[in-house]
């Protein structure tokens, strides 16, 4: 997935594109295929498309992936529930820190008490990973919030580049 995600986070999107049109031209069953239509549309914003290409794919093959792809359109519909479970069956597969995390992060909007324990197993298996993964979620949802007062933010930052 990771240079799937390269190529699209470098406006790749009409390659990834023409690669699983390819794909699918030779097999209409080919779960990477599915797969890579359903990143394009991700990319998109079109998630509701993007959630029928990932179930094609986990249609033909179950793998941690797949359903860390499909739990990402989830989590773009708001759908953090959906996007739980999803990343659940992921771990079930694989236990891998960036699994883990948007775990932590699913369960976080839903307000389960047992978000944590997926951050730490996400430091745990990848601390300079999750402390990249956390600084763009802080980036994301509360550097700009004008309702967390400066001083907090800067607290926070300073422990995420893990001056105490």
């Known amino acids: 997935m990771e240079s799937v995600l390269k190529k699209l986070s470098a406006g790749k999107v ?12 030779k097999n209409r ?14 990319e998109k914003g079109n998630e509701e498309y993007a959630l ?4 094609r794919a986990l249609y033909s ?13 989830h989590m773009g519909l708001f759908e953090f529930k959906e996007a739980a479970e999803e ?35 996400a430091y745990a298996l990848k601390p300079a990973k999750t402390k ?6 802080f ?4 550097r700009d919030d004008p309702t967390i007062p400066e001083k907090e933010k800067k607290l926070i930052l300073k422990k995420l580049k893990g001056k105490n």
Do not use: I
Request: proline fraction near 1%; hydrophobic fraction near 40%; include cysteine.
């Open 14 to 25: 009409e390659e990834v594109r023409a690669a699983a049109r390819k794909r699918l031209q």
């Open 139 to 142: 980036d994301t949802f509360f």
């Open 52 to 55: 029928r290409c990932f179930e």
């Open 87 to 121: 990343l659940k069956k992921s771990l079930e597969l694989c236990k891998d820190a960036e699994s883990h995390f948007m775990l932590y992060v699913a369960l976080l909007f839903l307000n389960d008490g047992k978000a944590s324990s997926h951050l730490k197993k």
């Open 29 to 42: 069953n080919e779960p990477e295929g599915w797969f890579l239509m359903g990143m394009v549309a991700h």
């Open 132 to 137: 990249k993964m956390l600084m763009g979620f």
């Open 61 to 73: 093959k179950r793998t941690e992936k797949y359903h860390k792809a499909k739990s990402m359109s």
